[in-house]
């Protein structure tokens, strides 16, 4: 059945209302709304990719195709960024949301963004960050909890966050000297990693909300100033 036929038969099952006001097949009609989507997504992906491909499972379509980029700028068509290259790199005037895509890993040129808002990058398969991510701006919250990080790259300190930094729950056994150097306009959480030790240069970091450190494998700290510290 051709999408023209679909959505006429969809039109007809959908004006069979019962005594309530509702489609007296329902589920039948949920079924080829379903279907009509799915029909959808194969044009667009024909479309943008030049290809015909079986909509078996969206998900297994993105384990495919998500890793596979090493330009910025197809990476953030895939996902439907809107963005404006600058002679200074690439520019989002929002926040970027790529949480929940099975990520595995970033372009390596990723910290060419500039985000006006946050960088939604949670619950992703993250084992680690490429160095030019420290090169980032990012105008709101950095959320990289729910990965398996066990490290972060020497740059990470040159961070430029307008919020919280959420690293919790990853694999973190330590973290770089460069650490220290951050500002944070907001709380930091580094809670449910596998710490060891921090680096002494972390005294000397400026977080204006709470040091969240509980669940870690800690013995000694270095000396803090002025921070709010829940461990």
């Known amino acids: 059945m051709n999408k023209h036929n679909l959505m006429k038969k969809i ?10 006001g509702f489609p007296k097949e329902a589920k039948k009609m949920d079924l080829m709304l379903l279907k009509l989507a799915q029909e959808e997504m194969e044009d667009i992906y024909k479309g943008y990719f030049g290809k015909d491909i079986e909509m078996q499972d969206n998900k297994d ?13 197809d990476f953030l068509d895939y996902y439907g960024v809107e963005y404006t290259v600058t002679s200074g790199g690439v520019e989002v005037k929002g926040g ?4 929940n895509n099975n990520l595995t890993s970033l372009p390596e040129s990723f910290g060419n963004l500039k985000i006006g808002g946050g960088l939604a990058l949670y619950s992703n398969n993250l084992t680690s960050l490429p160095e030019s991510f420290g090169n980032l701006k990012i105008g709101g919250t950095l959320h990289l909890g729910y990965n398996k990080l066990t490290s972060l790259p020497e740059s990470f300190g040159n961070l430029k966050i307008g919020g919280d930094l959420w690293l919790n729950h990853n694999k973190l056994t330590s973290l770089p000297e460069s650490f220290g150097n951050l500002k944070i306009v907001g709380s930091l959480g580094l809670y449910n990693n596998k710490l060891e030790s921090l680096p002494e240069s972390f005294g000397n970091l400026k977080v204006s909300g ?3 450190l509980y669940n870690n494998k800690l013995t000694s700290f270095p000396k803090f100033r002025n921070l709010n510290i829940i461990y």
Do not use: M
């Open 11 to 20: 039109a007809s099952v959908a004006t069979e209302l019962d005594v309530n």
């Open 61 to 73: 379509i993105r384990k495919k195709n998500t890793n596979n980029f090493k330009d910025l700028t």
């Open 96 to 99: 970027l949301w790529l949480d």
């Open 210 to 212: 709470d040091l969240l």
